[in-house]
Nanobody, 115 residues
C-alpha cells in the first residue's frame, strides 16, 4: 500500500497562512484521486479537499476560497495552501487517497490556529 508523510503544520494566528506538503511512497496521483483530510479533537476525520487523477479539484464548503490543493506528479507530492486560517481549522491534517485507504494513513501534521 502507498504510504504518505505529511509536513508543514504549525502554530499560527487567525488570518495567517500555512502550506502543507505530503509525499507519497509511489507514483499514484495519475492513478487515483487524492486528498487532504483533517481531524479536530473530539470530531470525526473529514475530507477537506481532493484532486482527481484527471486534475479536477474540490473543497469542503468550510474551506472553499481559502484553501488550494495542488500536486507535483514528478515528486509524488501533494500540497495544501491554507490562507485566512481560522481557529476552527485547528486539527491534525492527513493526506490519503479518495476514498481513503485504511492502511495508508500517515502520522499527519498538526495545525493550530490560535491568538
Amino acid at each position: 500500500q502507498v504510504q504518505f508523510v505529511e509536513s508543514g503544520g504549525g502554530l499560527v494566528q487567525p488570518g495567517e497562512s500555512l502550506s502543507l506538503a505530503c509525499v507519497a511512497s509511489g507514483s499514484i496521483f495519475s492513478l487515483y484521486g487524492t486528498g487532504w483530510y483533517r481531524q479536530a479533537p473530539g470530531k470525526q476525520r473529514e475530507l477537506v479537499s481532493f484532486i482527481t487523477e484527471f486534475g479536477g479539484a474540490g473543497y469542503a464548503d468550510s474551506v472553499k476560497g481559502r484553501f488550494t490543493i495542488s500536486e507535483d506528479n514528478a515528486n509524488n507530492a501533494l500540497y495544501l495552501q491554507m490562507n485566512s486560517l481560522k481557529p476552527e481549522d485547528t486539527a491534525v491534517y492527513y493526506c490519503n487517497t479518495v476514498p481513503a485507504s485504511s492502511g495508508s494513513w500517515g502520522r499527519g501534521t498538526q495545525v493550530t490556529v490560535s491568538s
